[in-house]
């Protein structure tokens, strides 16, 4: 029996959804770029286009081995969605959750050649999410904690790293994309599943309407304290 993966990334504007067979992916959909933060339509699109991936291979979601998300950091509501859906289909499914950071699934996705790489994505306020990526063979690694850089410095942090920008936010046409799952699925395996009904992606900051209640309250939001 072929073993599939359903991989599902939500960390930008867009989305986008993979189906491999074994290390073969046979069907892929993605969102169009919206430019502004997901809110109703990306919900209302993000699950017809996971079941029209799944159709067009006639593929049941009885018939996944695991189910594999994008972990982001990226788009607050975005990743919401795309969890969601990731972890609803798993739980019917009887399958395991993997997680992805959805910047190493920039570089794995855009058939880059071996080398070391600072992989960005918008955080904003002029600002960007970077992690620095070494590309060997068919193993990508991820060196060091996410961080959080100026966009205007992303150049400067690239050269003083000896590495190569890539991502939306140095203007290149390089996403997060759910295929480069494809390459990484050996890692992912080797790494093991999430807690599926515990598993949050990392969002990078806080979501702006807890930021606005702490503000007003002086203290942190506890959730289930």
Known sequence: MSEY???????????????????EI?????LPESGIPARGQRGEDFMPMVVE??????VEPRDLARVVCGAGPGSFTSLRIAASIA????????????????LLLIVAASD?????????????????????????????????????LPVATIADEASHGGSIA????????LKPRAKGVALLLDQLLVAGPCEVRS???????????????ETAHGRPLVVNA
Not at 53 to 58: G, K
Not at 166 to 173: E, H, K, L, R
Request: proline share 5%; charged share 20%; net charge negative.
């Open 5 to 23: 993966t359903l991989a599902l990334d939500g960390s930008t504007y867009s989305g986008s959804v993979a189906l491999i067979r074994g290390r």
């Open 112 to 148: 880059l050649p071996d080398g070391s790489y600072l992989s960005v994505i918008s955080a904003m306020r002029a600002e960007s999410y970077g992690l620095d990526v070494v590309v060997s063979g068919n193993v990508f690694t991820g060196n060091g904690p996410v961080r959080l």
């Open 26 to 30: 046979i069907e892929e959909r993605s």
């Open 199 to 213: 598993w949050e992606p990392d969002y990078g900051r806080l979501a702006e309407a807890q930021v606005k209640w």
């Open 53 to 58: 991936c799944l159709s067009a291979a006639s």
């Open 87 to 102: 972890k609803g289909i798993a739980v019917g499914a009887g399958c395991p959750l993997f997680a992805v950071s959805s």
């Open 166 to 173: 890539v991502g939306p936010d140095v203007g290149d046409a």
